[in-house]
């Protein structure tokens, strides 16, 4: 990204509509006559020394940005700055303005032309470089950092540019591997889905569940594990290949015939393009249910990614699978659900700030089986809500409702064919353990880098399934907890 011109001078300027040149575009007018390049550098040196301030004016300027970093920003407009533009608090809040309203390029702009008259200010260098990096500019926001590190500033500010740093390193590596472990206990209040009216139906009569069929509550220890990698294809586009494995396994401690265990491969390529993005994506999952071989699937899925503008991204997708069940000792009619699955979902994804995103989604589901009485086709709607806070905290939440349409009856259980309406409500608050403890003690770096980045959430979940036959008519409250370790390398 080229610099551009000192901007106190050149607001000053076109306030009272001078004609004269501002000092910035003096090297350009050089540049334009074709003189040598040694009137060229004493050029660009001149201007340079004619940006540069007294000392004691670094000082008040550093001192100005660093009270205004510590209090909240304030809203500012582009005609507030014109009329002082000067003033470094007003321009250090009008460059956070623009973040927070996703104008990355104007920000840069702004921060760019603060530091030609402060090129000392170690605060503002370091936040022109976080826009460069988030504006996936790694080369010059790597230059960036180099040179503000070797400005004088806390240890704290030095950690977090060697932090940058570290991530610009690998963001740049053409082979990226990354892997997550996480570990954490889950309950739900109806863990078995047994029917809320206590009964269900056998050919049409309502007959009491049996005790151990009633509606139980169970906790669960939960473990995860991920591993991925992606590799840069070496184009200008950016077009990669990637893989991964992904294992689940939640152990209920009274419910053993709810244990389950999951395992899913997958591999695949994205083509990029400044119309559209293509990925397809085979996989193959596998389920173990009650310490059970259950289920397996083998497909995949093919999206197209359109990025409208620098908010708004839609997408389409298909996924197609052939799902593979199997009788267990507590489920010996799974095997009626063998058969295909195709779902096609189309999604707008809205970035209304840098700190807060919703997603929007239509699902249209048809499951086929090799019994007609649990195949079904349904349509599903769903909202998703993004919520960065400070520290690293988020908040996610969810709304999903799916309304299913059965092909027959399942005439052991009832003459008329099932439907169902599934609604499910989920939100979940994540921080860095880090995070935490910086609040209790109130200092940063309390905790040692390596246990401060990882990642707490909480989520709570509640599903509610009504349906026309009361076997399939039941809620569940769940509440989750995970502690969360991310590598990169």
């Known amino acids: 990204m080229a610099r551009r011109t000192g901007f106190g001078k050149l607001a000053a300027f076109a306030l009272i509509g001078a004609a004269a040149l501002p000092p910035g575009a003096l090297a350009q007018q050089v540049a334009q006559q074709q003189v040598s390049p040694q009137t060229q550098n004493q050029a660009r040196d001149a201007q340079v020394q004619a940006n540069r301030v007294p000392s004691a004016n670094t000082a008040a300027a550093a001192a100005a940005v660093q009270k205004r970093e510590a209090e909240a920003a304030r809203p500012v407009t582009f005609e507030d700055v014109l009329k002082d533009p000067d003033n470094v608090e007003l321009n250090f809040d009008y460059a956070r303005t623009q973040v927070a309203q996703g104008d990355l390029k104007g920000a840069a702009s702004t921060l760019e032309r603060m530091l030609l008259n402060y090129p000392e200010l170690a605060q503002v260098r370091l936040f022109y470089a976080i826009v460069l990096f988030r504006l996936d500019s790694l080369a010059e926001a790597e230059r960036e950092l180099l040179t503000v590190s070797q400005l004088d500033m806390p240890d704290s500010l030095r950690q977090e540019i060697q932090s940058y ?10 082979t990226r591997y990354s892997a997550s472990l996480s570990f954490g206990t889950a309950y739900d209040s109806n863990r078995n889905a047994a029917p809320r009216s206590g009964e269900s139906l056998f050919m049409d009569m309502p007959v009491p569940v049996a005790d151990a069929s009633r509606e139980h509550s169970d906790k669960a220890l939960l473990s995860i594990g991920t591993f991925r990698v992606r590799h840069d294809l070496g184009y200008q586009e950016k077009h990669e290949v990637f893989g991964g494995l992904t294992l689940y396994r939640a152990d209920q401690l009274h419910l053993n015939e709810q244990n389950l265990q999951s395992y899913v491969f997958d591999v695949g390529a994205t083509y990029r393009s400044d119309w559209v993005d ?47 069940f199997r009788g267990i000792t507590f489920s010996t009619s799974s095997v009626d659900r063998t058969g295909g ?47 960065l806070m400070d520290g690293g905290s988020f908040f996610l939440f969810t709304a999903m409702g799916e309304r299913d349409q059965y092909d027959d009856p399942d005439l052991f259980v009832s003459g008329r064919t099932r439907q169902d309406t599934i609604m499910r409500f989920r939100g979940t608050y994540g921080a860095p353990l880090g995070y935490f403890a910086d609040l209790v003690t109130g200092e940063k770096e309390t905790l040692p880098s390596y246990v401060a980045d990882i990642t707490f959430t909480g989520a709570l979940e509640w599903l509610d399934s009504a349906s026309n036959l009361q076997n399939y008519d039941y809620s569940n409250l769940k509440a989750q907890f995970l502690l969360t370790k991310r590598w990169e390398f």
């Open 341 to 387: 699955r195709h779902d096609a979902r189309f999604g707008v994804n809205w970035v209304i700030m840098p700190t807060l995103q919703v997603n929007f989604e239509y699902d249209w589901i048809r499951k086929n089986a090799r019994k007609s009485y649990v195949a079904y086709s349904g349509h599903a709607l769903s909202g998703n809500l993004t919520y």
């Open 165 to 174: 740093l570290d991530r610009i390193q690998f963001r740049q590596k053409r």
């Open 278 to 324: 293509v990925t397809i994506n085979p996989a193959w999952t596998k389920l173990r249910l009650a310490d059970q071989s259950y289920y397996d699937s083998y497909g995949g899925r093919f999206r197209l990614d359109k990025k409208v503008d620098q908010s708004l991204d839609v997408y389409g997708e298909y996924t197609g699978v052939y799902e593979d």
